[in-house]
């Protein structure tokens, strides 16, 4: 499968050049379309790095994207996505943090578009690097997030995930949004699998968060996701007439039921 490789950047300097080069040798490029980095209104040198990369030719279909000010990671994923010419998606972070040799493992369990199986596989860090505190409030948050929402999703935090690209596209736009994806995925109908992944130390730069503006942020988004889950009505096509003009839609559960009655679908979760 062809991929898309989107990785979100603030102020990632020191970082940002490593992990792009990083991700042209550990993706194969028959698999590698293209790799788009959103400078979310940088005010260091992480456009520079990413420019000299691009002007070097070594790394083709290599993108930069810059918003005109600052407006947070899932506002630079959606502008990334937007302008993907791949069906297929993998995120990660900007920091370094995330393994670009994981991306293939991720994409050897995703389902092809439009077929049975996980529509997004997200990475499940199994030996965290941040610190002790880090670590804990995340393990809270997973905890309280995955009792509230039922998503079975062991670490939504983690940056590194594959995932069909229309289906984020059809999916309600909201700041920090990319917190709640397995949520979102699973809500709209589609599967979703978790494959563990590697966890590094940041070689430079400042983490973006802390554990008070995470804890605020999520408790607000989570009314939000909550509300959205309950909310949702993704209601089956069952019967179509004429036949002779197919259903394009990307997801399979709209799909006429089979003759036994059974209906085909992609993460079917009723």
Not at 6 to 35: F, K, M, S, W
Request: net charge neutral; glycine share 8%; charged share 25%.
């Amino acid at each position: 499968m062809r991929v898309t490789v989107v990785i979100p950047a603030l102020n990632e300097a020191g970082n940002i050049g490593r992990l792009i080069e990083e991700t042209y040798a550990a993706v194969p490029a028959q698999c590698l379309a293209e790799l788009i980095v959103v400078d979310d209104a940088s005010e260091d040198a992480t456009p520079d790095e990413i420019k000299s990369l691009i002007d070097s030719g070594k790394y083709p279909g290599l993108r930069y994207l810059r918003h005109d000010e600052r407006s947070g990671q899932s506002a630079a994923l959606r502008s990334a996505v937007l302008a993907a010419t791949s069906p297929i998606i993998a995120t990660m972070d900007g920091d370094g943090q995330n393994d670009p040799h994981d991306i293939p493992h991720l994409l050897e369990v995703l389902a092809a578009p439009g077929s049975d199986g996980p529509a997004l596989v997200g990475g499940v860090r199994t030996e965290r690097k941040a610190t002790g505190s880090k670590r804990w409030a995340s393990r809270a948050a997973n905890w309280i997030r995955d009792k509230v929402l039922q998503d079975d999703c062991p670490d939504t935090g983690c940056g590194i995930k594959v995932y069909w690209r229309e289906v984020f596209l059809r999916l309600p736009f909201f700041t920090s949004m990319h917190r709640y994806l397995p949520a979102l995925f699973q809500t709209y109908g589609y599967g979703v699998a978790y494959v563990p992944v590697n966890d590094r130390p940041r070689q430079a730069g400042i983490s973006k968060y802390n554990n008070l503006n995470r804890a605020l942020v999520g408790i607000y988004d989570l009314i939000g996701v909550t509300w959205i889950r309950k909310r949702t009505k993704v209601p089956r096509i069952v019967e179509r007439h004429p036949n002779t003009h197919p259903i394009t839609d990307i997801a399979m559960r709209l799909k006429p039921v089979n003759d036994d009655g059974a209906r085909a679908s992609a993460g079917d979760k009723s």
